[in-house]
């Protein structure tokens, strides 16, 4: 089975490519082909109508201010049984096309433990065993497969509640609100870590590269395979040319300074004519 | 008793805030009291419901018996449960006025996500505002009597309204007016309470039915729709009537407690996420441009150092 998706994948990635264009410029890397950055931003833009929708019917705190968006009550509740179905079903692809990067690994156990480091910035570089996905990604992705299927399991005797029984609707009630509030946590993060905790991130979504210092800085081993250089020795190689540099400004910027001195008007030796 | 004061809304299903004008009147409960015992299965409270709310006549279903249908439907809101039983040996025919309860503490309106779907009055009458109804169905989920009832073509839900629009004129439900019996009746809660432990009290006593009793289940806090039935005992004899109606606790504890800590935990969330971009910041591709300037003696300690 596995490799009767791999060839669909596959497939669909050369066919989008074919169609879309990624272009790498020079020290940058490709991060996302086109299929996928397509699949995220459906899958992105179904979740997003189906949060809004279904936050409004969730709380009465929120009735009055979301379902105008959607064109009133009866509209809003028409319309989320689908949203949430698109996004499944988008979702359903992406879960194809990314289960074998998502697949857990020791490497995620061990960043799981420095997870404090992780949040708290202690340290710049990512541990050099971080792949194409890390776990805090990982950790995502996955619930989102749970939540997927949780809601898909409790939508459907709410969508149809008229028939379903009692007892089920009023199950599936609370189902649906946690894996929706799962959700949501894990969407915050998401927008954060992928806008400005981590800058340089967001591009990968949209033009689908990141920069090499992206790359050693947060997904080395991945660095590692798409170069088959060590992302330590290049990281250190671009900090000594940095030094370098800063270092070569200094002296310029000195050098210049001395030069503006000496000639400053009023200055006897050289006097200005 | 009851002119239109006594439509003052006392609960809204899904609004934020307090009712309106509650509390501002002298406020009487009404109550539909329901005398099994009495009734003949006229079904003459059937037509007057149809009439008196201009519904379409509906098919009748025939299952060899004389209900006229399995259960309420949208444009049916009063229906007769004939239940055949045997007591002693002997044929009982249980004849049960089926209708909406108009529940002290309604689970169609705790259900309820639309503001201002579900109201409850004053006076106890619990009605639907059919303008405001979004159809999502979870009031039909939330009755303990599986009385909403969902209308597939204008995606509305209705049911029984006790004639609030006769209350509130004075008049006394339709279905009251055509009982040929008088096994119905309407009043204030407490004279219809008092009336059907009268009753009840008589059937103990006189008439060899010594579980005679009134029903007004206080799990929902009492009904505005009572009965007295032979056997109080055993209420779901009687048509599927719940001894201990319930509603489900995800209309209850969970919506009214979860929820708003759901959504307060959303926000903190959010706040987190921007103390956390404020205090702790990004992390940069690394090396970061420009590289992080030379660590600064501490200006304080550097003067200190100075004065001696």
């Known amino acids: 089975m596995s490799s009767s998706v791999e060839r669909f994948d596959e497939r669909a990635r ?48 929120l009735f009055r201010w979301l379902t105008p968006l959607f064109g009133g009550g009866p509209t809003t509740r028409f319309l989320h049984p689908w949203f949430g179905l698109l996004f499944d079903i988008f979702f359903f692809f992406q879960f194809l096309n990314w289960l074998v990067p998502m697949l ?48 898909l399991i409790s939508g459907i005797p709410m969508w149809l509640d008229h028939v379903a029984p009692r007892w089920l609707v009023a199950a599936s009630y609370i189902v649906h609100d946690i894996a929706a509030l799962i959700m949501l946590a894990g969407f915050i993060i998401h927008i954060y870590e992928g806008t400005a905790a981590q800058p340089g991130t967001f591009r990968s979504m949209t033009d689908g590269t990141v920069t090499k210092e992206w ?59 | ?9 006392q609960q809204i299903s899904a609004h934020p805030g307090t009712v309106p004008g509650q509390g501002a009147q002298r406020e009487v409960e009404v109550a539909k009291y329901i005398d099994v015992t009495t009734c003949i299965g006229c079904k003459a409270c059937e037509v007057a419901c149809v009439e008196w709310n201009d519904h379409p006549f509906r098919e009748t279903t025939f299952d060899n018996t004389y209900q006229t249908m399995p259960t309420t439907e ?36 705790r259900a309820c996500p639309a503001d201002g779907a579900i109201v409850q009055y004053e006076n106890g009458i619990v009605d639907f505002q059919q303008e405001n109804c979004i159809g999502c169905g979870y009031c039909i989920s939330g009755c303990p009597f599986d009385i909403p009832k969902f ?96 509603i489900p606790p995800s209309y209850t504890g969970w919506k009214w407690l979860a929820k708003p800590a759901g959504l307060v935990m959303a926000a903190l969330g959010l706040l987190a996420v921007f103390f956390h971009r404020v205090a702790v910041g990004p992390k940069l591709p690394q090396p970061e441009e420009p590289p992080p300037a030379e660590a600064q003696p501490d200006t304080i300690e550097a003067k200190r150092k100075e004065k001696p």
Request: hydrophobic share 35%.
């Open chain 2, 151 to 246: 209308n597939p073509k204008t995606k509305k839900v209705f049911k029984c309204t006790l004639c609030s629009d006769r209350v509130g004129q004075g008049l006394e439900p339709a279905c009251i007016k055509a009982c040929p019996t008088g096994c119905l009746h309407f009043g204030t809660k407490s004279d219809m309470v008092a009336l059907a432990n009268t009753r009840a009290k008589q059937l103990r006593e006189q008439s060899g039915f010594q579980n005679a009793g009134v029903y007004d289940p206080q799990s929902i806090g009492g009904t505005h729709v009572i009965y007295v039935l032979h056997d109080a005992t055993q209420p779901e004899l009687y048509g599927g009537l719940p001894s201990n109606p319930q």
């Open chain 1, 14 to 61: 050369r066919e989008a490519d074919r169609v879309g264009e990624t272009v790498v410029h020079r020290g940058e890397l490709l991060r996302h082909p086109v299929y996928t950055r397509v699949l995220h931003w459906l899958v992105a833009i179904s979740f997003v109508l189906s949060l809004l929708s279904g936050f409004a019917i969730y709380s009465p705190y």
């Open chain 2, 1 to 9: 008793m009851s002119d239109e004061r006594t439509l003052q809304i």
């Open chain 2, 74 to 109: 949208w444009n049916y809101y009063n229906l007769i449960k004939f239940v055949e039983h045997e007591r002693d040996g002997n044929f009982m025919w249980l004849m049960r006025k089926d209708q909406c309860m108009h529940c002290a503490d309604p689970g169609c309106l």
């Open chain 1, 215 to 273: 790359a050693w800085t947060h997904h080395p081993a991945w660095y590692e395979d798409v170069t088959g250089r060590n992302p330590r020795e290049d990281y250190e190689r671009a900090q000594r040319r940095q030094r370098e540099r800063a270092r070569a400004i200094e002296a310029w910027e000195h050098e210049h300074e001395t030069r503006e001195r000496i000639n400053e008007p009023g200055t006897e030796e050289f006097p200005e004519r």
């Open chain 1, 104 to 151: 857990w690994t020791k490497a995620d156990s061990r960043w799981l433990r420095r997870i404090k480091e992780y949040t708290t910035n202690e340290e710049k570089l990512e541990p050099e065993d971080v792949g194409f996905f890390n776990g805090g990604q990982k950790i995502y992705f996955w619930a989102i497969v749970v939540s997927g299927l949780l809601f």
